[in-house]
């Protein structure tokens, strides 16, 4: 199945649109990566993996920040002759193919962004015109590869179908930093059959984040949102090593508060985590701060937390403006409905105030959202990562990091 076409100028058939030691830890990391600086690229066939995920509504993408992150890879790798092959996943098809997860918008507008004509397909593996572009390819040519996970042996990390996905290339790139806390084929086995470098984005987060890993100004405080509950919830512990505070709200929080004893009605939670989340509430008591009011969409066991309350954003707030260093991954609210974004305005806003705090904010839905209401310029650093790099500080070991680090090709 074929795709409608990019720019005017997109053909129709496809659719024209070293690390060391394993010891290392991630402060030194990006001191020692190969980096794709260090391997001449001109005319070969480069697997570029980045992380397209991006934010949606109605089919629109709503915030372009991680495809605008990767342009400097992908003009670094067209200044100096590469021929380039995107490989993205959007979303959790779960390993079958949804048009609702079609890559085929980022792809569009990275044509826009580059001012140049991208091939876009919705195929993977197994496809003969597919096969013949990428071999008749050019210097700068762009193919984007259709979303690697409407195969499951993404997600399984697959060595088969990575040696499917390294036969199109001569050199693998990892600029997907937001993806990178994931032991998937295109990011983690691929490195076993093809040289493999970082990404100048890659190597960008990895410096920002070690720098707050590595020295962050007390009172460090982390403030941890978002829907994403199992990955973010189990980290909390693992965080709150490094943090003086942690503030927790959006759909992570609900769990918290379950455990507390609180009545969340029909509310977003993680069942099998609330134990967990009781022992973290006694032992991080001093750390954990939970909202003390919410909002919420209906009534009684029906009802849902859509956002954090006033008393929550004000006891927030005194935490916020206090920090000399602020770590913000995820809404405080469902932002997506307008009706639900004062608690995330009112916590942007505090950031904001704060001026003399090293400020970070991560995460799709958080720097999407700063993005909208013209907040970003109060950060020091915006990363694409959200889970990744929560993980990252945590200090836990990334896949596709330690994968660039074994690659002996
Ligand atoms: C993200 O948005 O955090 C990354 O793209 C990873 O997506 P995932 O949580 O679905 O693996």
């Not at 100048?200 to 720098?211: G, K, R």
């Not at 650093?381 to 959200?386: I, P, Q």
Request: hydrophobic share 40%.
């Amino acid at each position: 199945m074929l795709v409608g076409s990019l720019t005017s100028r997109l053909v129709n058939s496809l659719i024209s649109i070293r690390i060391t030691n394993n010891r290392l830890t991630n402060n030194e990391i990006w001191r020692v990566m190969k980096s794709i600086r260090d391997v001449e690229v001109r005319n070969k066939r480069v697997f570029l993996r980045v992380d397209f995920n991006v934010p949606m509504k109605n089919g629109e993408i709503i915030d372009d920040n991680r495809i605008k992150a990767s342009i400097s890879t992908i003009q670094y790798l067209l200044d100096n002759d590469a021929k380039i092959i995107i490989g993205t996943h959007v979303g959790r098809p779960e390993g079958k193919v949804n048009t609702e997860f079609s890559n085929v918008p980022m792809a569009r507008e990275l044509a826009k962004l580059l001012v140049q004509e991208v091939t876009v397909t919705d195929h993977v593996i197994n496809d003969k015109i597919l096969l013949e572009k990428i071999e008749s390819m050019q210097a700068k040519d762009i193919i984007v590869l259709g979303n690697l996970r409407f195969h499951a042996e993404e997600e399984a990390n697959n060595h088969m179908f990575a040696k499917k996905l390294a036969s199109y290339a001569e050199i693998y790139v990892n600029d997907a930093f937001a993806v990178s806390h994931r032991a998937n084929a295109s990011v983690d086995a691929i490195t076993s059959y093809l040289p493999s470098y970082s990404g100048l984005l890659l190597e960008s987060e990895i410096t920002s984040l070690s720098l707050l890993l590595k020295n962050p100004q007390p009172p460090f405080v982390m403030i941890i949102g978002g829907a994403k509950v199992k990955d973010k919830a189990g980290l909390i512990k693992t965080l709150a090593k490094k943090a003086d505070r942690i503030l927790i709200g959006g759909a992570v929080a609900n769990t918290f508060l379950l455990a507390k004893g609180e009545e969340v009605g029909n509310s977003l939670v993680e069942k099998d985590m609330v134990e967990d989340c009781k022992k973290m509430l006694l032992e991080l008591q001093d750390k954990i701060i939970l909202p003390v009011d919410t909002v919420k969409d209906g009534e009684g066991n029906d009802s849902k937390i859509m956002d954090i309350g006033h008393s929550t954003i004000a006891r927030f707030r005194s935490e916020i403006i206090n920090a000399g260093s602020i770590f913000w991954n995820g809404n405080l609210g469902y932002t997506e409905d307008e009706r639900f974004q004062e608690g995330t305005k009112a916590i942007a806003e505090a950031i904001e105030q704060n001026t003399f705090g090293v400020k970070v904010a991560a995460g799709g839905d958080t720097v999407g959202f700063l993005d909208q209401n013209n907040m970003q310029k109060s950060f020091s650093f915006v990363s694409t990562g959200g889970g990744a790099a929560l993980e990252f500080l945590a200090g836990e070991k990334l896949p596709g990091i330690e994968a660039l680090d074994k690659s002996q090709i």
